[in-house]
């Protein structure tokens, strides 16, 4: 009954088999040791840190309540919105979080399409991070409507006033955008899910009644047939062939939020791109931070190689190359447009009053990332972490940047105004940051964070012809070296 | 008529009927995907219908290998793809244009122009709840109770373990040749399953007599 042969003890390679790729999978593991690896952390007794790290994100989590509790009891006024600047805080907020959403479906929908194996590893906890903050994105529009009761009029619900919503507004195409966005993410998340809840059901132990009643209602009594992924494997291509037009429309229907006003600054064409790009290259920044702590805490340096993270920088350095490129290209337009209102608006964004927030969003976003040319620094996990952090903080200004300094100086001069944040602003911003890491932490204490059937099918043991031969992987396997562990490997 | 295409549309499930001493079927289990495949090959080669395999991923090639056809869920989708937008155009259409039209300095109360933002979405949600409520529908789940679950062994499934279960309820069924064929073709070890039903009590409490035989 021993199943010995699909064990250790052989060669492992990845890719093509033609190029000295390295393993996806490191040390040498068998596919009962990966689902040990990672189911683990949902069996054994919640660890101390765990709760350590619980009650600051809860702290955080409160601090929001708190002060969304005040707002609705005082209305916006508690913010720092003024005459010109009626988009403060609460909007930067939403673009934010919606940004951070945009890598987990990069990461699950696009690459799956590109076919780019390295996914495997990060997908789970990445579409798990999408989903976290676009609830966190969800919640700023609509406290910042100001009148919390009435946001279902943002929905086609027939109502007493027998009134519709105006479907011709960007706003209304931003409140489908966004909830398509989520319940798409959410499903996709979730069949992903399906038969690793099914792997945790079955290690249950007859004793834990409720963990197996529990994880034997959402695995939905699924048993690993053929004639399930047939039609399992069919269904997840074309979510990610749907996931893939809807991430990058999200993005540019928040853009056309702004980009279809009049405002100096907001009216260009290349928003859309622009902020797709962006929206990546800042979830990217957030997968990172979370990637490079996980990795670590839950010793998972195996399945989320150095190569991952090299592989992640890349695109960091892609993106940002690519939203730095947009900003230059926003001003040469402005130039070019001839229009001084324009004009204005980018000299006055680079030198003006919120100079200091240009220059941030600037060297965050632009320079920072091209580090990353570097092969070193690239492999380099505390400098990865120090820059993604670097780009969370950028990514965040830009949209402060965008909005903010377009707004603060108005067409009529008698109406400019400088917009400073109260401390509701601040506190409500740290406060979906718990939210965010709330969830996040639930996640990874019940939920297995790496996807165990998809990583299983990318290592080599997976392919029915690695058995061919004399039976020991040279069916399918050319490279021998490439099975060395992970500290061998990189030195040749 | 209308029995036999049920239990042949369950049986593309997964979903078979026991024979009447409760047997299930046989539940080989096999050393790798490899082994697996040339199983699968070999089963179907054998004249069965009603047999699937079971792995902890999707094995490649394994479709061919057991003689199956494209997936429907394809077209599942499309259908949800085109009610998304027949739905956004209709709503956007009616509320805006025949309902409540609302004269916004002149504007048309229905151009198809700013109406593609929310077609485009309802296009990509219906299709997408679509494919997997037609993934579901078509997998036969969720079905909590599945005689296999009576194997002990086969909680491995979903680990690092391979079988292939040939139903009682197929036509070229029987017990000795059946089992000897999956030992020809390389099973480690061939257990009888029974549909007990779920009145016997908790999973675990009863296990189907298994025939446990050592590798062939």
């Given at each position: 009954?021993?199943?010995?042969?699909?064990?250790?003890?052989?060669?492992?390679?990845?890719?093509?088999?033609?190029?000295?790729?390295?393993?996806?999978?490191?040390?040498?593991?068998?596919?009962?040791?990966?689902?040990?690896?990672?189911?683990?952390?949902?069996?054994?007794?919640?660890?101390?840190?765990?709760?350590?790290?619980?009650?600051?994100?809860?702290?955080?989590?409160?601090?929001l309540l708190l002060s969304v509790a005040y707002l609705f009891w005082n209305g916006v006024g508690v913010w720092g919105l003024n005459n010109?600047v009626g988009w403060g805080y609460a909007i930067v907020n939403f673009v934010?979080w919606v940004?951070?959403?945009?890598?987990?479906?990069?990461?699950?929908?696009?690459?799956?399409?590109?076919?780019?194996?390295?996914?495997?590893?990060?997908?789970?906890?990445?579409?798990?991070?999408?989903?976290?903050?676009v609830i966190c994105a969800l919640l700023f529009p609509t406290i910042h409507v100001g009148r919390v009761w009435a946001i279902y009029w943002s929905l086609p619900i027939p109502n007493q006033m027998e009134m519709w919503p105006q479907f011709k507004s960007p706003l209304l195409w931003d409140v489908f955008a966004v909830s398509v966005y989520f319940t798409?993410?959410?499903?996709?998340?979730?069949?992903?899910?399906?038969?690793?809840?099914?792997?945790?059901?079955?290690?249950?132990?007859?004793?834990?009644?409720?963990?197996?009643?529990?994880?034997?209602?959402?695995?939905?009594?699924?048993?690993?047939?053929?004639?399930?992924?047939?039609?399992?494997?069919?269904?997840?291509?074309?979510?990610?062939?749907?996931?893939?037009?809807?991430?990058?429309?999200?993005?540019?229907v928040v853009?056309f939020d702004f980009?279809v006003s009049?405002?100096?600054?907001?009216?260009?064409?290349?928003?859309?791109?622009?902020?797709?790009?962006?929206?990546?290259?800042?979830?990217?920044?957030?997968?990172?931070?979370?990637?490079?702590?996980?990795?670590?805490?839950?010793?998972?340096?195996?399945?989320?190689?150095?190569?991952?993270?090299?592989?992640?920088?890349?695109?960091?350095?892609?993106?940002?190359?690519?939203?730095?490129?947009?900003?230059?290209?926003?001003?040469?337009?402005?130039?070019?447009?001839?229009?001084?209102?324009?004009?204005?608006?980018?000299?006055?964004?680079?030198?003006?009053?919120?100079?200091?927030?240009?220059?941030?969003?600037?060297?965050?976003?632009?320079?920072?990332?091209?580090?990353?040319?570097?092969?070193?620094?690239?492999?380099?996990?505390?400098?990865?972490?120090?820059?993604?952090?670097?780009?969370?903080?950028?990514?965040?200004?830009?949209?402060?940047?965008?909005v903010?300094?377009?707004l603060?100086?108005?067409?009529?001069?008698?109406?400019?105004?400088?917009?400073?944040?109260t401390?509701i602003d601040?506190?409500t911003l740290?406060g979906s940051?718990?939210l965010?890491?709330?969830?996040?932490?639930?996640?990874?204490?019940?939920?297995?964070?790496?996807?165990?059937?998809?990583?299983?099918?990318?290592?080599?043991?997976?392919?029915?012809?690695?058995?061919?031969?004399?039976?020991?992987?040279?069916?399918?396997?050319?490279?021998?070296?490439?099975?060395?562990?992970?500290?061998?490997?990189?030195?040749? | 008529?209308?029995?036999?295409?049920?239990?042949?549309?369950?049986?593309?499930?997964?979903?078979?009927?026991?024979?009447?001493?409760?047997?299930?079927?046989?539940?080989?289990?096999?050393?790798?995907?490899?082994?697996?495949?040339?199983?699968?090959?070999?089963?179907?080669?054998?004249?069965?219908?009603?047999?699937?395999?079971?792995?902890?991923?999707?094995?490649?090639?394994?479709?061919?290998?057991?003689?199956?056809?494209?997936?429907?869920?394809?077209?599942?989708?499309?259908?949800?793809?085109?009610?998304?937008?027949?739905?956004a155009?209709?709503l956007q259409?009616w509320t805006g244009?025949?309902d409540y039209p609302l004269d916004i300095?002149?504007?048309?109360f229905?151009?198809?122009?700013p109406?593609?933002p929310i077609?485009?979405e309802l296009?990509?949600l219906?299709?997408?709840?679509?494919?997997?409520?037609?993934?579901?529908?078509?997998?036969?789940?969720?079905?909590?109770?599945?005689?296999?679950?009576?194997?002990?062994?086969?909680?491995?499934?979903?680990?690092?373990?391979?079988?292939?279960?040939?139903?009682?309820?197929?036509?070229?069924?029987?017990?000795?040749?059946?089992?000897?064929?999956?030992?020809?073709?390389?099973?480690?070890?061939?257990?009888?399953?029974?549909?007990?039903?779920?009145?016997?009590?908790?999973?675990?409490?009863?296990?189907?007599?298994?025939?446990?035989?050592?590798?062939?």
């Open positions: 009954m021993s199943t010995a042969s699909t064990g250790k003890s052989l060669a492992f390679t990845a890719g093509d088999g033609y190029h000295d790729d390295p393993p996806l999978v490191a040390g040498n593991l068998s596919f009962h040791e990966v689902t040990d690896l990672v189911a683990l952390h949902t069996e054994k007794k919640t660890p101390m840190a765990w709760y350590g790290a619980f009650s600051i994100a809860n702290i955080g989590l409160m601090i010109p934010f940004g951070i959403g945009h890598a987990g479906t990069l990461i699950s929908a696009i690459l799956y399409l590109f076919r780019q194996k390295w996914r495997t590893a990060i997908n789970r906890s990445a579409e798990a991070m999408t989903i976290f903050a798409v993410s959410l499903v996709f998340w979730y069949v992903g899910l399906v038969p690793d809840l099914a792997t945790l059901r079955d290690r249950t132990p007859l004793t834990k009644k409720l963990r197996q009643k529990v994880l034997g209602f959402f695995a939905l009594g699924w048993n690993g047939a053929n004639r399930h992924w047939r039609n399992y494997e069919k269904a997840y291509l074309l979510l990610a062939a749907l996931a893939t037009p809807l991430v990058l429309s999200v993005h540019s853009s980009a009049i405002i100096p600054g907001w009216h260009t064409t290349i928003f859309p791109p622009y902020f797709v790009a962006g929206a990546i290259f800042s979830g990217f920044g957030m997968v990172m931070t979370l990637m490079v702590i996980a990795r670590k805490v839950y010793h998972m340096e195996n399945i989320i190689t150095i190569n991952h993270l090299e592989k992640m920088n890349i695109i960091i350095l892609l993106t940002g190359t690519m939203v730095g490129f947009a900003y230059i290209t926003e001003f040469f337009i402005a130039w070019y447009s001839g229009s001084p209102y324009e004009q204005y608006a980018f000299i006055n964004r680079a030198t003006g009053p919120y100079a200091w927030a240009y220059w941030t969003m600037m060297s965050c976003n632009l320079l920072f990332p091209q580090f990353f040319w570097f092969k070193k620094l690239r492999r380099n996990v505390a400098f990865m972490f120090v820059v993604s952090i670097f780009v969370n903080i950028g990514m965040w200004f830009e949209r402060f940047v965008i903010v300094t377009s603060h100086r108005d067409y009529l001069p008698s109406a400019w105004d400088y917009y400073t944040p401390a601040v506190l740290i940051f718990g965010f890491f709330t969830l996040f932490l639930i996640f990874l204490r019940f939920l297995p964070m790496v996807a165990l059937a998809e990583v299983k099918m990318v290592m080599p043991q997976s392919d029915p012809h690695f058995y061919e031969g004399h039976g020991d992987g040279h069916g399918a396997a050319h490279d021998l070296s490439a099975g060395k562990p992970e500290s061998d490997r990189g030195k040749s | 008529m209308l029995k036999e295409l049920t239990r042949e549309t369950k049986a593309t499930m997964g979903i078979y009927e026991p024979r009447r001493d409760k047997v299930y079927g046989l539940l080989a289990e096999f050393s790798d995907p490899g082994a697996l495949l040339h199983a699968a090959e070999g089963v179907r080669e054998a004249g069965y219908k009603h047999f699937d395999t079971h792995s902890p991923f999707p094995v490649h090639g394994m479709d061919r290998a057991m003689g199956l056809g494209n997936s429907k869920v394809g077209y599942i989708t499309l259908v949800g793809g085109i009610t998304g937008l027949a739905v155009t209709w259409w244009g025949v300095s002149g504007k048309p229905f151009a198809w122009e109406s593609i077609m485009f296009t990509i219906f299709a997408a709840l679509a494919a997997v409520a037609g993934m579901f529908a078509l997998n036969g789940l969720p079905r909590p109770y599945n005689p296999l679950f009576y194997s002990e062994n086969f909680s491995r499934v979903t680990d690092d373990a391979f079988f292939l279960h040939v139903a009682a309820s197929d036509g070229r069924f029987d017990m000795e040749k059946t089992e000897q064929l999956l030992r020809d073709l390389g099973a480690l070890y061939v257990e009888v399953i029974e549909d007990l039903g779920t009145e016997q009590g908790p999973a675990g409490d009863v296990r189907g007599e298994a025939v446990e035989k050592a590798q062939a």
